[in-house]
């Protein structure tokens, strides 16, 4: 299962990649607008932790586009 989603995901090309990302984001600003308690939550949570996560979750993608090489 895993080498085919691998194999799959190789043949997607940057347009594919933003639009994904796109919309993901799209989903949870979806999700944010019609879940009244996901709204509350998020407002309740310091932006400090948000930043912390964008911050863990983007180690490994910079890591690999900036500094590796092959």
Partial sequence: MMKKLNKNVKKMDIWDVKLTKLSTIAFTLF???????LMNLI????????L?????LA???MKRVW???K
């Fill in 67 to 69: 500094f590796c090489c």
């Fill in 31 to 37: 999700l944010i607008t019609v879940w009244d308690g």
């Fill in 43 to 50: 407002h309740q949570v310091h932006w400090g932790w948000f």
């Fill in 52 to 56: 912390g996560a964008m911050i863990l």
């Fill in 59 to 61: 180690i490994r993608p």
